[in-house]
């Protein structure tokens, strides 16, 4: 009988004492965190071929090839900015408008050479700490926020800096899901990653040059997560059995195919390793962005 009592006392402490979470914690206990920060644009080598034949099978009937791109033909885009933010403070998602066109100003730097230029048209603020907190990618949160904020056609990006949970740093809509979806489309991404914000090691704005790159239809260079098959579908990219984490000086997962791109933005390194894209890189975006977005 005292084992009974004494079992049941020490339950119920525990459960009285238990800290309650907050909103960001609540959505999140059930994920598992990856080890390195992340984005939430995985897709299984199947699902890639299937992409891949499509798109071939859909540029083919346009009278169009894979090589009809011409780097240095401008390709402007529009971009259209939402602050959701749950409090009017920097750690509530609050951005300036100097962080934001500091990171219109690094993503424009970053795609130097791409025949791209970002220029920024709008910024809407948005009170939201539904949106701020629970917006993942594929949640009831994400649908409301896009169906309510989002402006423009297939070629305007639109851009969502909100709290994104999880462990992740962003996700984004590739351009072949638009005409499927088009209140999905846009980058998601965590608002404490622009130019000069509070995520170590990830705070030099190219989380949103590596969700821009999805955007425009590129891959992780890790694809596929194998030494064989097509990877990333980028010539010019070695393959790469596994993403980087960190910022090593050499990694080489798939020997005999060239060093891992270590360096290059659709990999998970830090911000400060991270500082290039491939001639191949920018000519599929080319293309991807010209067949989908109208952007050429």
Known sequence: MRLLLLSLF?????????APLSPNETDHRHVQSPVVPSCGNEVSEEDARSIEEQFRIDLGSAGRNETDF??????????????????????????SNAAISSSISAMNAHYAG?????????????????????????TAAEASMKRSLRVGGRNVLNVYSVGVGGGFLGY???????????????????YSSVP???????????????EVGHWLGLYHVFQGNSCSGSGDYVSDTPPQLTSTGGCPS???????GGPDSIHNYMDYSYD?????FTSGQYGRARVMASFYRGIS
């Open 10 to 18: 020490f339950f119920l402490l525990h459960t009285v004492s238990a």
């Open 70 to 95: 011409d780097l240095e033909r401008a390709a402007p885009i529009t971009v259209v900015w939402h602050v959701v933010y749950a409090a009017a403070t920097s750690s509530g998602g609050y951005l």
């Open 114 to 138: 791409s025949g791209f230029t970002f220029t920024l048209s709008r910024v809407t603020r948005t009170r939201n700490s539904n949106w701020f907190y629970y917006a993942d990618q594929d």
């Open 172 to 190: 984004s809509a590739f351009p072949w899901r638009y005409s499927n979806a088009p209140y999905n489309d846009g980058v998601v991404m965590l």
């Open 196 to 210: 000069g914000g509070t995520k170590t090691n990830y705070n030099q704005g190219k989380t949103l040059t590596h």
């Open 250 to 256: 050499y990694k080489d997962t798939c020997t005999g």
């Open 272 to 276: 400060q390793c991270m500082y290039q």
